[in-house]
């Protein structure tokens, strides 16, 4: 599976920002995470089957789906705030829930895309 990331760009605190990456397949799951300079990479959302997971910083905020027939998920992202700068990546592949929202549980891993929020 190959993972192709788009989207990314600069953007004010308050704004909203759309996130889409396209897979070569059709992943079990499907994920996003993030990386801001200085820090490791974090997970931020995921989509396995129907049911979606996100990380407590972002609930509420940003929103996972998938669009099985184009085998692309998408990250809308609103009420977005300076804190949310970072690369983002996605990520597919078959994590049992104990690994849903680690590295670990993904095999491919797109090419990240730079979101920058502006305060």
């Known amino acids: 599976v190959q993972l192709q990331a788009s989207g990314g760009g600069l953007v004010q605190a308050g704004g909203s920002l759309s996130l889409s990456c396209a897979a070569s397949?059709?992943?079990?799951?499907m994920a996003w995470f993030r990386q801001a300079t200085g820090k490791e990479r974090e997970f931020v959302a995921a989509?396995?089957?129907?049911?979606?997971y996100y990380a407590d910083s972002v609930k509420g905020r940003f929103a996972i789906s998938r669009d099985n027939a184009k085998n692309t998920v998408y990250l809308q992202m609103n009420s977005l705030k300076p804190e949310d700068t970072a690369v983002y990546y996605c990520?597919?592949?078959?994590?049992?829930?104990?690994?849903?929202?680690?590295?670990?549980?993904?095999?491919?891993w797109g090419q990240g895309t730079l979101v920058t929020v502006s305060s």
């Open positions: 990520a597919a592949g078959s994590p049992i829930s104990s690994t849903l929202t680690y590295e670990k549980g993904y095999r491919e």
């Open positions: 397949g059709r992943p079990y799951a």
């Open positions: 989509i396995r089957s129907s049911r979606t």
